[in-house]
């Protein structure tokens, strides 16, 4: 998890060498609650893919600050497959499954 902007660009600046997956999450929701444990059952078996975890109550400004740098609309749940600095797919609600996930990410 990380909390500041700062911390954003350099997550960011790493998906140049490999693809990132984040989780914008929400404490609150059922729904998000589903999809984090989806996204951790598929995460269980990819400890070659690194992962962040936005919790959108606690990182508001993360969140709206992601929402602006790719160019994505802000859900809750979302995933997002970031790739050379881009969201090259964005996940939310019911989409974020675990085969969704590996169409996004491959499966290792």
Known sequence: MYKTIEELAGV????RDKPILILKH???CPISARA???????????SDLEAYLVVVQ???????ELAQAL?????SPQ??????GKAEKALSHYQITEES????FGDS
Not at 71 to 75: D, E, K
Not at 79 to 84: H, K
């Open 12 to 15: 960011l600046q790493a998906s």
């Open 26 to 28: 929400s404490r609150t």
């Open 36 to 46: 984090k444990a989806r996204v951790d059952a598929f995460l269980g078996r990819r």
């Open 58 to 64: 606690d990182q508001r400004k993360v969140s709206d």
């Open 71 to 75: 160019g994505v609309g802000h859900q």
């Open 79 to 84: 995933v997002l497959a970031v790739r050379q």
């Open 101 to 104: 996930l590996a169409l996004c």
